[in-house]
């Protein structure tokens, strides 16, 4: 029996995407799917509200989804009252040879075997879906007309910039005014961003203590008034204290622990003790430009200055590309939604198309190894974020490439 994930199995059966005409019970009984059914996450079974029409017959009630027919006694649902309304038994196998299941009240549930009613090429993804390694979709995707797969990486990269936008949107302070409030967002961004994965958390929490230092300490116009050489002090004062308050310090307390931290595998580049002191000093030259300043000049050149670094040993140009793309320009655009400035918008979506990130090495590999084709989406954060969360995962039921080959 093949190895079926199920993700796939309930993917094929909510969607109908299987072959429904002649279709026949294990028993020789005509078929009909009307309705699949909603998902039920509850207890009892896999679908609720389900028709189906039987032997000529319409049935309105649940379908169970298993592996394999057998799964049915192994789960005890024979004497679970909740699977009564069982109408239909939906199986990969059928490992009882056309002997229906029973149910609590004693009724038969006629059971369908999905695996039999896949067509061809249904049949090919069935088995590439379950390699335990690779892509399920290697080899596939050469067989893509070059302008669907040009869409779907359109898409990737729509969604991508809708994934950043809500992201950002979730560092906004509620109940703040837009001006002070966009400021902090775009500090907050640089904090995570200076995390990566493994101490965004940590990250974003020294940002708060950051953001209510420079709220307590002094005005943005006061900031902005300050000698070169005062604002090289402030940083340094100001980094020496978030250090502390990180509990990054040996022998002084602070607000959080070093045990708070992640420091495994990490480069000492990557390390929160060299990480922090940039975040404050691209803040802090961050804070010293008002709102205004980014609609009069370009936001790629007001990001050189913000990291045009006197202090500290600015980020590599890698990670302040990927702060550009991930943090800065979702924000100007935001800023242009909400202050009804198309400028900004028209802005951020052009930097937006022209920014180029080139993939880790290992990812292109193993996408070229897919049969990826050359081209600019291996130089799109899109591409790397759909291989981190959807391929590595093996969530190709929610993946465009899948979703093509399943319709067609």
Known sequence: MDIIREDFFHFLWQNLHFSRNGLQTTCGKPVRVIHPGYRNDGDGADYRYSRIRLDGILFCGDVELHKAASEWYRHGHQRDS??????LHVVVHDDRHK?????????????????????????????????PVSLPCAGLVPEMPSRTFGNIMRQWDKNYLRHRLNRMRDLFP???PISAGWQAMLIRGIFQGLGYHKNQEPMLSIAGIFLEKLQRQESGEALHSLATKRIHKKIR???????????????????????DWDFSASRPANRPEVRIPQAVEMSIRLHRYPVSAWWEQPAAELWKKICASEVYTAPGKQRRDILFSNVIIPSVYLLGRWLHHRHLIRQALDLWDTQRIPLPENVKKILQNGGFPPGKHFERLAI??????FCSRKKCYECNIMKYFVQT
């Open 237 to 259: 004062k100001t980094s020496d204290q978030l250090l502390v308050d990180a509990g990054l310090v040996q022998g002084r307390a602070g607000t959080l622990n070093r045990t």
């Open 384 to 389: 790397l974020y759909h291989f981190k969360y």
């Open 82 to 87: 909740r699977y009564e309304r069982v109408i």
């Open 174 to 176: 509620a109940e703040t």
């Open 99 to 131: 002997r229906n299941v029973a149910a609590s009240d004693g009724h038969r549930v006629p059971t369908l075997e999905l695996r039999s009613c896949l067509p061809p090429s249904l049949s090919m993804l069935w088995r590439k879906w379950h390699r």
